[in-house]
């Protein structure tokens, strides 16, 4: 069993449309991280969070450390949304496990 | 301030030979971590270094070692390739090994084992 589970795995939306990707873990953390990865293989972080909700423009992490659970939510979505976005989380300071990632598509 | 780089960018082998791929963290980054990612998964922890000594390992053979240069950069090296080596290695740099750190990744080199 995967540390971390995503869902959906793929999501295809209209742009304009409001997104939730949902991140669940089984370990106790630290910190948890929301990622996007664009085609070819680029990762920058979005979020970084260990309680509580953080906001980036259109970008929205929350995160309930009882329930182990994660959401990243993006509002007005654009074509240029599309990219995987992966969840990652810290149990301690030099470990980390991986969502195997959500493959998002906006279309115009 | 440069970002973090990965030298090369692909890179193709055949099974059995040796492969070392580079990274050069951000500037102040004094940790490097090394991610595995094969197509169409999450990338996978190979280990960290700081300040020049290993800071963890993943679940990764013997085969897979690291250096870290007094300048931050590292290396990843790889010996007796196997087919199923082939995948994306991303570097990531950040502050410090504690988590609440950023991680600033590269774009990563994509091995191709033959």
């Known amino acids: 069993k995967n540390e971390v589970e995503q869902s959906p795995q793929n999501l295809t939306a209209q742009e304009g449309e409001f997104i939730t990707i949902n991140c669940s873990y089984s370990?106790?953390?630290?910190?948890l991280h929301w990622l996007q990865q664009h085609p070819g293989g680029g990762i920058v972080s979005l979020f970084m969070l260990s309680s509580g909700k953080k906001k980036h423009g259109r970008l929205i992490a929350t995160i309930n450390i009882q329930e182990k659970h994660s959401s990243l939510h993006i509002t007005a979505s654009h074509p240029r949304d599309s990219a995987v976005y992966i969840c990652?989380?810290?149990?301690?300071?030099?470990?980390?496990?991986f969502g195997t990632g959500t493959s998002l598509t906006v279309i115009p | 301030e440069t970002g973090v780089t990965q030298s090369p960018t692909h890179l193709i082998k055949t099974r059995g030979q040796q492969v070392t791929l580079r990274c050069s963290s951000q500037s102040g980054h004094n940790t490097v971590s090394w991610y595995q990612q094969a197509l169409g998964q999450g990338p996978q922890f190979i280990f960290q270094?700081?300040?020049?000594?290993?800071?963890g390992r993943g679940n990764f053979p013997p085969r897979f070692s690291g250096l870290q240069f007094p300048n931050y950069s590292s290396e990843l090296n790889v010996n007796a390739l196997e087919l199923d080596d082939s995948a994306l290695y991303l570097c990531?740099?950040?502050?410090?090994?504690?988590?609440?750190?950023?991680?600033?990744f590269g774009p990563g080199t994509r091995l191709t084992v033959l």
């Open positions: 270094y700081y300040r020049e000594e290993e800071n």
């Open positions: 990531a740099s950040s502050l410090n090994p504690t988590s609440y750190n950023e991680q600033f």
């Open positions: 990652a989380v810290n149990p301690t300071g030099n470990q980390f496990y």
């Open positions: 370990v106790g953390i630290s910190a």
